[in-house]
């Protein structure tokens, strides 16, 4: 966890700095982890994940309804998304 407050007066220069470095490191770590969770990934991704064909991805959405549902995308040739975050928890409910 990041710690907010850092007690300047209590460090010398060197260790202040060491904690800085320390803190932007633990931060960059929780936003790169987010990030990866917000991720969206197309079909052939989720079945990549799951071992599956694309095509049993596209039947699972229309006999399971515990599946989870793709986002669509406003434009494009292949606007499916699905987010990383509910896959991972699809998967890990079964």
Known sequence: MV????????????????????????????IVSQQEENKLLNVSEVAEILHVAPSTIWRWIKENPDFPQPISLPSGKSRSRWKKADILAYVQAL
């Open 3 to 30: 710690n907010a407050y850092i007690d300047k007066k209590a460090l010398s220069t060197p260790q202040l700095i060491d904690q800085i470095i320390h803190q932007l490191t633990d931060l960059r770590t929780i």
